[in-house]
């Protein structure tokens, strides 16, 4: 299995069942990439059409944060207001990486904060596989490609949609099975 060193960005070979150390002194354990659980992280609009009941969104909103192994970033904690009751998985992203801060959409505008650390919450954790988000922006900006990029993710790992979207391929995978 390939994987992205969280510290370096070092791309590395990781044999199974097998430990191996980063040049940079991190250690990667096979055991903890290959089988943790897969989560998706949820922007703020997700959390707030689920919480306002939104007419439109919030069904669908509120089913994502039941059914799906959700997480989000401490920036996106802090865009809502006020503060969010659900007990939810927090990823701490310290400090967003210069190649991510330049990014910009396809409409001249700089995603905001809270999306950038989505993203890199994304490269930095092996078990996020995916963004939940009405936000136009992360496709403008093509966020799957960007993440396919700079770790070890395919275009087929990372999947970017709204909370429909994610309520219609998890239908379409428990009918397959």
Known sequence: MKTTCPGCKRRLRL????????VCGRELVYMRLAHKEKRFLVDANVLLYAR???AVHGRDCERVLLVA???VTRQVLDEVRPPYEQRLEVYAVKEIAPALRELWTDDSKQPSLADLSLIQAALENPEICGIITYDRDFKAIATKGFIRS?????ADDFWVGTARD???KTKKRSTEK
């Open 15 to 22: 044999p199974k069942s097998r430990n191996v150390h980063c």
């Open 52 to 54: 306002n009941r939104d």
């Open 69 to 71: 192994k959700i997480a």
């Open 150 to 154: 700079q770790s070890s993710k395919s």
């Open 166 to 168: 994610y309520l219609e």
